[in-house]
Every structure is written in structure tokens, then in C-alpha cells.
């Protein structure tokens, strides 16, 4: 009777640790089925350009004949408004002239003579495209609207959009305005960078004192992008006859921002759900550092955080670089000590600097620090990649150890 209750509770346990393995197999071919899905090329699409980019890295994580210039029509008020935030006061009164007041086109329908803060005349451009509200702010930031679409090229300089030149503040199609999907990806993570563009453009209803009635503005956002994608907080739509259909749009999940873009695109909400779904799936953010780790054998620590979009496997091929500063320079003087710089592929796509941990510093010998050589990899790193690489097959281990006892 034992022998056969022996018997029965081996071919228990065998069928216990089957049906384990085939979960964890199941888990498994899951798991990687759900790292092939996002590996494959992006959702087609109905755009003549797109582009696709993260927001903390810059990264562009797709382009679609990115750097093809075209007309953008309204897309162009994102950097009106960041021109306007960056030269301006908010809390200014800007008066409407009667160019802005006529302007053609979509309109806040101010009047001629009257006053709105450059705050509001913002919301009013970036929620429901005011035309007028374009050349008011044009004139008011820049003097005139020659004068603003000088500081709206400048700033393209600055950017490096190389294929983006600006004639007006609004969008309306004109002869030598245009850009393209990556430089507007690059002038949206920019922009989405400053807290009061961002705020302005998640915004969904925004209101405003009306001096010429008794009832406020209140403008709602054209970006329906906002009610049909979680977590979309951004940024811009635009048409003109020539321009079609134009779209500037941003999400954010788990703590990641992205932008895309597309250009004449007769499907364009379905279109920016479908990239915004792929980036997501695809290059998720991982943390490469945090601010304030140590190094394990100087004693440094790092100045700020890094993180970045890996697709799959391009962790495990970031390098990490250390490059010392020079005793005798005066950012050394001022507690800088160095840089670590990420290397993907031989090529650099971040960096923070080391400064001194003083109670380190101060506790070692000067005779007995090692000194760091430049451009070597930094053992802080070599031990991130280990517990990357390890970290998944570390949760996998404990979890059959534990299925089998």
C-alpha cells in the first residue's frame, strides 16, 4: 500500500512539474512572441511623411521620408508658440491690430483694438489654431510678423532643422514655408520640454475674458487625439488646400513620451494610435543610470540620470565610457570631475557628468586613487549591463524553484 501511495504521489509530482514546464514554456514563447511582435516594421500608414521620436532622449525611432520638405500648414504654430514662451512675457497685454483681426483662415475672432494676454492668445493658437491670434503674437513678440519669422529661423538654426524655413507665424501655404516630419519630431521634444508649452497644449477647454461681450472665450482643442489615446497630452493639427491634413500628436505611458508626426495623411488619427502604439511596444525607456550612484572605484558619483529607448537586444550592446576631466581645469575646481558617455554601436547617444562625492574624496589618500583613463569603460557599467542581462532570467529561476518545491 505504501509502494502504490509512493507510486501515486511521484506520478503526481511528475504531472505537477509538467504542467509547470508547460506554463513557463507557454510563458516563454509568449514573452518572446510579444519581443517579435513589436520587432517587426511599423504599421502602415496613410501619410506622405512620418516621423516617430522619444521625448527625454530625442531619439527618432521611425522616419517615413523624414526629411522630405513639405507644407505644414498649422503645424507651424508650435514654433510660434515656443518662439513666443522663450521671447515674451505671458502676463503682457497684447493689443490686436487690424492685420491680425482679418486675418483669414481659422480665427479666436478677436477685434481690432482690443487686449488679450500673451497666456491666452497662446491657448487660443495652440487649441483651436487662431489665425489671428498668430499675427497678434507675431507683431507683439517680434515687432512684426518679418521680424518674428526672423526669431522663428533662428531658432530652426539653433534646432538643427535643416530642411524647415519659416515665412509667417500661422501656416497659411506661402512660397519658401515649409518642413519636414523629423524636424517637426525635433521641434516637438523641444517644446514639450518647456512645462508651459506642455501644459498649454494638453490643455482640452481653455477660457478667457472677452472684452467685447458679456460671455468669456472658451476654446476647445481641435486635437481629438486627446479623447481617442490614452495618455495623449499633445500637440498640434493643421490643413491647408495645399497641405492636407497635418498632425503633431504625444503620449505618455509608464513615465515615457512620444511624438509623432505625419504630412498629409487622409488617415491621420488612426494613424498616430498605430505608431504610438508600435514606439511604445518597441523602444521602451529603460534607466541606464540614476542620479547620485556612485562609481565603484573613484570616488565620483553621477550629476544627473540617464535614460534611454532601447529596441530589443541594444541594451546589451551599450558601452559605457569614462572620460576624466583634467585636474588643473576650473570645472574640476567647481566639483566636476568627469563624464560618463553611452556608446551604442560607436555612436554616442547620451552622457552625464561625475562630480566629486566628497566624503569619499575626502577619506581617500590623493596617493592611493585610482586614476580613472579616458574613454575606458567604467566597471559601474559593465555591472548595469550584468544586471540587465541577468534580471529576467533571475525572476524566471525563482519562480520554477519555487513551482518546484
Not at 5 to 29: D, E, K, M, P, Q
Not at 312 to 327: D, G, K, S, T
Not at 333 to 338: H, I, Q, S
Not at 363 to 386: I, M
Request: proline content about 5%.
Amino acid at each position: 500500500m505504501l509502494l502504490f501511495l509512493a507510486r501515486r504521489f511521484n506520478i503526481y509530482r511528475l504531472y505537477v512539474l509538467s504542467i509547470c514546464l508547460t506554463i513557463a514554456a507557454a510563458l516563454s514563447a509568449s514573452s518572446a512572441a510579444g519581443a517579435a511582435r513589436p520587432s517587426e516594421k511599423p504599421p502602415a500608414n496613410q501619410a506622405k511623411a512620418a516621423a516617430l521620436a522619444d521625448v527625454a532622449s530625442g531619439r527618432i525611432l521611425y522616419s517615413q521620408h523624414g526629411d522630405e520638405p513639405m507644407k505644414i500648414a498649422s503645424l507651424t504654430k508650435i514654433m510660434t508658440a515656443i518662439v513666443a514662451i522663450e521671447h515674451g512675457n505671458l502676463e503682457d497685454k497684447v493689443k490686436v491690430s487690424k492685420r491680425a483681426a482679418g486675418k483669414e483662415g481659422s480665427s479666436l475672432y478677436l477685434k481690432a483694438g482690443e487686449t488679450i494676454t500673451l497666456r491666452n492668445a497662446l491657448y487660443g493658437l495652440m487649441l483651436r489654431s487662431g489665425n489671428d491670434a498668430a499675427i497678434a503674437i507675431a507683431e507683439h513678440v517680434g515687432g512684426s510678423v518679418e521680424g518674428f519669422a526672423f526669431l522663428m529661423n533662428k531658432k530652426a538654426e539653433e534646432l538643427g532643422l535643416e530642411n524647415s524655413h519659416f515665412m509667417n507665424p500661422h501656416g497659411l501655404d506661402e512660397p519658401g514655408h515649409h518642413s519636414s516630419a523629423n524636424d517637426l519630431a525635433k521641434l516637438a521634444v523641444y517644446a514639450l520640454r518647456n512645462p508651459e508649452f506642455k501644459k498649454i497644449v494638453g490643455t482640452q477647454v481653455r477660457s478667457a475674458p472677452n472684452p467685447n461681450d458679456s460671455w468669456d472665450y472658451k476654446w476647445v482643442n481641435k486635437n481629438k487625439m486627446l479623447q481617442m489615446y490614452e495618455g495623449a497630452d499633445g500637440v498640434k493639427t493643421g490643413y491647408t488646400k495645399q497641405a492636407l491634413r497635418t498632425l503633431v500628436s504625444s503620449a505618455t505611458r509608464g513615465g515615457q513620451q512620444l511624438v509623432a508626426v505625419t504630412l498629409n495623411d487622409r488617415d491621420d488619427w488612426k494613424d498616430h494610435a498605430s505608431l504610438l502604439d508600435y514606439g511604445f511596444a518597441r523602444f521602451p525607456l529603460v534607466r541606464v543610470v540614476g542620479a547620485g550612484e556612485p562609481l565603484k572605484e573613484y570616488p565620483f558619483e553621477t550629476a544627473e540620470g540617464f535614460a534611454y529607448p532601447f529596441a530589443e537586444e541594444e541594451r546589451e550592446r551599450l558601452e559605457i565610457r569614462l572620460v576624466p576631466l583634467n585636474p588643473e581645469s576650473v570645472q574640476y575646481r567647481l566639483g566636476y570631475r568627469g563624464q560618463l558617455k553611452f556608446m551604442l554601436d560607436g555612436r554616442q547617444v547620451g552622457g552625464v557628468p561625475l562630480v566629486a562625492d566628497a566624503e569619499r574624496e575626502a577619506s581617500t589618500p590623493k596617493s592611493g586613487q585610482a586614476q580613472p583613463q579616458a574613454d575606458r569603460p567604467s566597471v559601474a557599467a559593465t555591472a548595469s549591463q550584468r544586471t540587465f542581462g541577468t534580471a529576467f532570467q533571475t525572476v524566471l529561476k525563482a519562480l520554477l524553484l519555487q513551482g518546484g518545491e
